[in-house]
């Protein structure tokens, strides 16, 4: 069936903030979606929250809105722009439940709109657990002994009746949150409460265990023909009870049989025909791994995370696909982009191994519990592609940037043989460190699978590994061995360390044996057709397939790796922005990334895409085949930065702001040298290895100080110290993995923090805009309202920025983007400190001032000036509208993570509230980021000693419009004193008016705690956090925060009153 | 282990290791790009006096079972793969690829690298 001409104008719905369960994958999807149906010649207009997505830029779609993703403003889209059409299977679980909320309600049919791709009947029958229970039943597919319960009661009644250990399942929440395995009864009442809470539908499904069976996805897609192929199938190396989103995934399946295999395939076809899918979908299944018993977990009638991972495993665009299907097309029309020759309805085969592995943020949550369960906890992943299965393995380990590059985790060493055993029963992140290390101690292959139920054949492939180690330690360093240690993925800095041979003698040994990573094609077809798209991977196999004929010049852009806190998709935004600038000026583009969700890696995006780890020598191998001109460091954020020493050393040029100078800006002496040149001031401080050089420097500065270890994103590892005892813990934390540059320590001076993004030509600097951020300094960047443009800065302190601004870009000789942190204190501008790169920002204020800014700075880094383009230099104009960038957390999903805001960055995404003034703006930033916004209840403050007299305002505020206030005693006494009535709580934890009682019966709307200092997590304060974030409970740590809160609840204006804004109209 | 070498008309040669059936084989070389089912193709009929190369790397994996064979027999003359899989790990698998293939007398040639 070709395109259906009575579609002409479609509305999009993103998935919003980056958060735990829900990444880039929807970016990658999203934009893919508006490419296809921008083609075809449809007007698409596009709704998103989410500021730093590629889908949400000016030539994405027609109309872009990035405003809150509700069921109200998605209304209000509607009504303004009458699209004929919604499509809703491409942003997220978020898109999807929107659309099922408004179909449901009849308001699309009400407004002739049409739901393209699946039904509404159909997502319900794959969404709603009982529907979905009674349609596998009617097909005769098996589901696992389940029951949808919606009280307490009558789950535990059903969980008797099957028996102990079961799964709950909340129905309608993304990434599984609230979910979790019952061993007792004690756990099954405590999940089973918290899963119906967190239930739009407040339903939770109760289901048998099967932990210890095989997980096995499909991805299928299905046209409106009926037409239907699997893309690929995968196999968790975990078996079933771990999220897939926290499994290790390797794709193919690797141990099933061809029986097994059609089996599950003709079930998955089965599943999608029968509801009536058309799109992307996926189907999770359990396999019983003695026998052939099999049951279906769950469907997501959608593209997901799985999805885009199936996409880059295979080079098979399911998105794209699925938006084409959406129109009209059928699988036979649509060609197959990587070969050009074949069509959609080719069912893709691999002839290599793809690994993928969740990172997970536990590095930024100390307190965190590290087990895995039903509940995702991964912010993003890793994806390798290698010949074998081990290599695979090695790549993606290395891939993930935790500073382990091999099954070696140095920390198991000091375990006895009884605990590393102990460790193995641990179902956690380390889980395959734990088994390499227990196969290195002599336990075999059956005894592990005994305990972990991981399939022996992954578990022989690990004792592989630590068998090449052995052999490595053990035996002469020669080429064979060499050569079998690169085959199996070791790095020369690997087969150095086990060795104890010179890296330059590895290398030596390997260049006599033309030991080389050669370049395979991911094609589809396992090379059955000549492929078009130049999309590889490394191997040490014969015969270099990377084609390196070209007339143009070469430039390498490197990726940002793995979302993860403190480096989230905003990085990924500014490497495709300069792929496509670097297309314009007619460079051969190269990018290098790891990341299967995110855009970059989509192959249609750079002249070359290599899915490679983002370490020195996997790019070396790039470089030596490709022999590039340059490479573009500066927008993959600091795991592109990391690199730059490295491409120099091999004789790459560095494309903009030279090595030397990036360096100037990051070490911590030769940045103050620059500031004393600039006649700039910054906080005093200085540079510590040590507890007592520690406490000596900060003793001579005066408490409180800042404490950070150097070259870090995110301010990973950066607390405030107020005293002795705080500085011991903080070093010795920090000191728990080598430092290779010193700590610093500065003065810790409270203040405005302001934010500038600057393009530099060498001569003239051209700033987008300032922003101020609204919680003080000691809250990191990331984690604060950021408000463009500057509401509450004068003048002169503005001018004051961007002269510092410019005497920095000059000093620093910054040749494309730089990124600057001041604090304002009594009309005193301080440096906090110079990034010399793209940031966070960048995506967001590119699109409010409608400035290309990655499109400018890489123009600029090939020569172009600022002053010969159209923007003009110094401080771009002023826009009318105020926008203002939220952040948001995933800290439900974390179990035992503290939600207080300090120096270490706890974000994982942002939306962007856009309107023509201040208070309207944070009102849609708030509603966007999740937290409603009173105008009327209760609210609960329980602030520190030294907060008590700055909250005093504030809750007289929120007093006097009427609001109750309850209040722990200190902070009770002290409002009453100052004519506050409060309610006094005498206990925190008992009685009738306890705390929990009070916020789980939903009568506290909002909660003010700012956390007294360490971070305990047996302290009240931090119980009281955990129990807002479980309870879906805004909880305020920063008194900033509340104050703008405030300031939304005064605007009084409700989310159908504020105007929905255009952005491209800006 | 010995090397074996796989030489094409052409005069393209590929080396590898030799297992299995110690013998040379002279047949037509085609490929399979599936990613499963490696017993089926050996034993299916069509594939008559060919050697077969397996296009998807890990082979072995889940050994042999016999049930699943497409006919009484290999048809196929000799078998080129990437690498084979240490151990089998199925609840069907009777026995491993390399010995079945000694017993059976085909020749093979390990770590093909194409």
Known sequence: MPKNEKIKKVLVIGSGP????????????????????????????????????????????????????????????????????ILPNLGGQTGLNIAMELAESGYLQEKGVKLLGTSPEGIKNAEDRQAFKDMMESINEPCIASKVVTDLQSGLEFAREIGLPVIIRPAYTLGGTGGGIAYTEAQFNEICESGLRLSRVHQVLVEKCISGWKEIEYEVIRDSKGNCITVCNMENIDPVGVHTGDSIVVAPSQTLSDKEYQMLRSSAIKIISALKIEGGCNVQFALNPNSFEYAVIEVNPRVSRSSALASKATGYPIAKVAAKIAIGYTLDEIKNAVTGKTYACFEPVLDYVVVKIPKWPFSKFLTADRNLGTQMKATGEVMAIAPTLEAGLMKAIRSLEENIDSLILPKLSIYSNEEIREELKKVNNERIWVIAENLRRGMTIEQIHEITKIDKFFISKINNLVNIEKE?????????????????????????????????????IREDNNIVANFKMVDTCAAEFEATTPYYYSSYDEDNEADKKTDKQKVVVLGSGPIRIGQGIEFDYCSVHAVWALKKKGFETIIVNNNPETV????????????????PED???????????????????????????????????????????????????????????????????????????????ANRLGYPVLVRPSYVLGGQGMAIAYDDSDIEKLIEEINKIAQEHPILVDKYIMGKEIEVDAICDGEDVLIPGIMELLERTGVHSGDSISVYPTQNVNKESADKIVEYTKLLAKELNIIGMMNIQFILQNNEVYIIEVNPRSSRTVPYISKVTNLPVIDIATRVIFGEKLKDMKYGTGVYKRSEYVAIKMPVFSFEKIKNADTSLGPEMKSTGEVLGVAKNFTDAIVKAFIASGVNIPQEGNILITVRDKDKQEVLPLAKKLYNRGFKIYATKGTSA???QNGIETNVLEKIWEGAESIPNLVEAGKINFIINTPTKGKESSRDGFKIRRLAVECKIPCFTSLDTANALYDAIEDTKTEEEIEVVDITEV | METGYLVLENGDIFEGKRIGANKDALCEVVFNTSMTGYLEIFTDPSYAGQGVTLTYPLIGNYGIITNDAESRKIWIKAVFIHELAEIESNFRAETNLDDYLRENDIPRTNECQY
Request: charged share 30%.
């Open chain 1, 974 to 976: 002290f409002l009453k």
């Open chain 1, 472 to 508: 490595l330690q053990s035996s002469k360093l020669d080429a064979d061995s060499i050569r079998k240690a690169k085959k199996y993925g070791y790095t020369d800095k690997v087969i150095s360390n086990l060795t104890k041979a010179r890296i330059e003698d590895i290398r030596k």
């Open chain 1, 600 to 615: 970059s890696t989509d192959f249609d995006i750079a002249d070359k895409l290599y899915f490679e780890p983002l370490t």
């Open chain 1, 619 to 697: 790019v070396e191998n790039i470089i030596n085949v490709e022999k590039p001109y340059g490479a573009i460091v500066q927008f993959g954020g600091q795991t592109a930065i990391k690199l730059t020493k490295a491409l120099k050393e091999m004789g790459v040029k560095i494309l903009g702001t030279s090595e030397e100078n990036m360096d100037r800006a990051e070490d911590r002496e030769l940045f103050d040298q620059v500031l004393n040149n600039c006649n700039i001031t910054r906080p005093q401080g200085g540079t510590v290895y040590t507890v007592a050089e520690a406490k000596e420097v």
């Open chain 1, 18 to 85: 980056i958060i735990i369960g829900q990444a880039a994958e929807f970016d990658y999807a999203g934009t893919q979606a508006c490419v296809e149906l921008k083609k075809e010649g449809l007007e698409v207009v596009l709704v998103n929250s989410n500021p730093a997505t590629i889908m949400t830029d000016k030539n994405m779609a027609d109309k872009i809105y990035i405003e809150p993703l509700t069921v109200k403003t998605v209304k209000k889209i509607i009504e303004k722009e009458n699209p004929d059409s």
